[in-house]
C-alpha cells in the first residue's frame, strides 16, 4: 500500500513538473546567435592587430585625458587602476628624463621632441615592444613663453595575448 502511494505521489508529481516546464514562451535566440558569433575562432593578422591595438589605444588615452583633467593625481584614477586590472595594461605617466636611454621609448620621445622643435604635430604612436608587447604613446607638449616642451608622455603597454582575448569579429568587420 504505502509502496503504491510513493508510486502515484511520484507520477502526479512528474506531470505537475511536466506541465510547469512548458509554458509556450517563445526563445530569444539573436543573443545566443551573436554570443557564438564573438566565440568563433579567427585568424587575426599582425597588422589587424595592430589595427585593433592603435584603435583601443586611443579609446584609453582619450578617456584617460578627460579623466586627468579633473583627478589631480594620475595614479590614482579609478579608471586607470581598472583597466590595469581587468584589461592586463600597464599605464605610465612618465616625464621626458624618466625614460631610458636604451629603450624603444626614449627613439619615441626623442622623435616627440623633433616634433614639437620643428612645430610638427605630435600624434598617437604605437610601436612594437618584443614579440609579444606593443605600446601607445601620446605626447603632451605645454607652451610656456611662446615656446613649445614637450612636457610628459603616457605610456600604455599592451600584452599581444590580451588583446586578442578582448578581439572579436565585429572588431576585425569594422576595419574593412
Do not use: H
Not at 557564438?36 to 592603435?54: K, Q, S, Y
Not at 614639437?116 to 600624434?123: A, F, G, M, S
Request: glycine letters at 2%; a positive charge; proline letters at 2%.
Amino acid at each position: 500500500m504505502k509502496k503504491n502511494i510513493i508510486i502515484v505521489s511520484n507520477i502526479i508529481f512528474l506531470v505537475i513538473l511536466f506541465f510547469n516546464s512548458c509554458d509556450n514562451k517563445p526563445v530569444d535566440r539573436s543573443l545566443f546567435k551573436d554570443e557564438m558569433e564573438d566565440r568563433e575562432l579567427m585568424r587575426v593578422t599582425a597588422g589587424e592587430l595592430n589595427d585593433f591595438a592603435f584603435r583601443k589605444g586611443v579609446i584609453i588615452l582619450d578617456s584617460l585625458q578627460k579623466a586627468s583633467k579633473s583627478d589631480t593625481n594620475f595614479n590614482n584614477l579609478a579608471f586607470k587602476l581598472w583597466l590595469e586590472q581587468e584589461m592586463d595594461f600597464k599605464i605610465e605617466q612618465l616625464s621626458i628624463s624618466q625614460i631610458d636611454t636604451n629603450s624603444k621609448l626614449y627613439q619615441v620621445s626623442q622623435a616627440y621632441q623633433y616634433n614639437v622643435e620643428n612645430k610638427i604635430p605630435c600624434e598617437d604612436n604605437l610601436q612594437k615592444n618584443g614579440e609579444n608587447m606593443v605600446f601607445i604613446t601620446r605626447a603632451f607638449v605645454d607652451s610656456i613663453d611662446n615656446k613649445l616642451i614637450l612636457n610628459k608622455i603616457i605610456v600604455i603597454n599592451m600584452p599581444k595575448k590580451e588583446l586578442i582575448k578582448k578581439m572579436t569579429i565585429k572588431d576585425l568587420k569594422i576595419k574593412k
